[in-house]
């Protein structure tokens, strides 16, 4: 069974158009703008220092404003920025010791390419203002981070594991040994330049993302969490 994250991983523009229920565009407001740029900044700096040590970026989204958005659109507006590392020195330096002897004996090739796989790369999310936030996979597993109401990881048979934190006003629909979801009622209109929610997601192994949850600078000088409309909560540091 595979893990699926049901919360929206958007690295760079904030809306689908194809999903444009008037079937057309408006170009963005000057406080539009503004505001996206001021939030995908605030996401971008929450991140600094993340990067474990002798590791690589692989991706960064952008900070960079949408061109439009979706005609008559007037709900709370959903932004995201994701960053990727890499270890490419250990994984090559790992695949390095197959040889034309383990090649040909599957259980030590396996054994050497998850090896080189294991605790060599990381995928971090932050989004706003999705409906959503949720987690399926084998043995969905709640966690205990002090200063979050919400927060769950399951590791799928790929072996790769996510953690997924929910900051904000959720409430849990669904619990089961295999799926945690939780939604968020957004308004529909009159808060369209405002954070109602946060969801983090984290891809890395179990030891790395504790490890990157201490990082992350969810705002305890009110950098991030403080752009939440009416919102108290904050992350731990």
């Not at 790929?158 to 968020?184: D, E, F, H, M, Y």
């Amino acid at each position: 069974m595979r893990v699926t994250v049901l919360i929206l991983t958007l690295a760079g523009a904030s809306v689908l158009h194809a999903d444009c229920t008037s079937g057309s565009t408006r170009p963005a407001t000057p406080a539009e703008t503004t505001f996206e740029i001021k939030v995908k900044t605030a996401f971008q700096n929450a991140l600094e220092g993340t990067m474990p040590p002798g590791w690589q970026v692989r991706l960064r989204g952008p900070v960079k404003a949408s061109a439009s958005y979706c005609t008559g659109e007037e709900h709370p507006i959903q932004l995201g920025y994701h960053v990727e590392y890499e270890n490419m020195v250990k994984e090559r330096q790992t695949i390095s010791r197959i040889t034309a002897k383990t090649a040909s004996d599957p259980a030590e090739l396996k054994k050497i390419t998850d090896e080189a796989s294991y605790d060599t790369a990381v995928k971090i999310t932050i989004a706003a203002n999705n409906p959503v936030c949720a987690l399926n996979g084998p043995l969905v597993q709640k966690l205990d981070v002090p200063g979050v109401k919400l927060a769950m990881r399951a590791t799928g048979e790929n072996r790769i594991t996510t953690t997924v934190v929910c900051l904000g006003n959720w409430q849990v629909a669904k619990t089961t040994p295999t799926a945690l979801q939780a939604r968020s009622d957004l308004p529909a209109k009159g808060a369209r330049l405002t954070i109602q929610n946060l969801t983090l997601q984290i891809q890395a192994e179990p030891a790395r993302a504790d490890q990157l949850l201490k990082l992350i600078n969810m705002g305890t000088d009110g950098t991030l969490t403080s752009l939440m409309w009416g919102q108290t909560e904050r992350f731990p540091h």
